[in-house]
């Protein structure tokens, strides 16, 4: 597995560059609420350690992952952002549901990165069981939300 051995929340901070005149959307699925919140406070957390203002974190809710492209659309749309974060947790389930919003969360938002001018980052846990996502928004591996932080910091400076 990926993250076996790596934990998501260690960084180099010298390397990540200067993020203090950033501005970050952050757009989070309300399912799996317990996870995704997780993710959400291991991104800001990571933000305000790397110089963001906390007037420079804007979050809004979306009900699910497979909102979370139309959410991120909008906050493009209507933002005056530098990067935007999507944030969702996917569990297996008995059905092919899964794939199915898996693979439309990944392609929206990968369409939006071709769309916009913008980085949108994808912090989309799809795990097999609702441990195996505790153990990455927060748990044994660290924080997926921290690594996404960490990348929108070094996307929003190439603009």
């Known amino acids: 597995m990926a993250t076996e051995n790596k934990n998501l929340s260690q960084y180099d901070k010298t390397s990540v560059p200067d993020a203090r005149a950033f501005r970050f959307g952050i757009v989070v699925s309300e399912w799996n609420d317990t996870v995704t919140e997780g993710l959400f406070s291991g991104a800001e957390a990571t933000l305000l ?10 979050r809004w809710n979306v009900p699910g992952s497979f909102e979370l492209t139309f ?9 005056d952002v530098d990067a935007v974060i999507a944030i969702g947790s996917l569990i297996r ?15 929206g938002i990968k369409d939006l990165n071709v769309k916009y001018d913008c980085p949108v980052i994808f912090c989309v846990l799809t795990d097999d069981t609702l441990q195996q996502a505790i153990d990455r928004s ?3 591996h660290g924080n997926k939300g921290t690594e996404a932080a960490i990348a929108a910091i070094k996307m929003a400076s190439l603009s």
């Open 49 to 58: 350690d790397c110089g963001v203002l906390p007037e420079n974190i804007v």
């Open 71 to 79: 959410g991120c659309k909008k906050m493009l749309e209507t933002q």
């Open 93 to 107: 389930g008995e059905t092919s549901h899964f794939d199915v919003v898996c693979n439309a969360a990944a392609q």
């Open 138 to 140: 927060g748990g044994k």
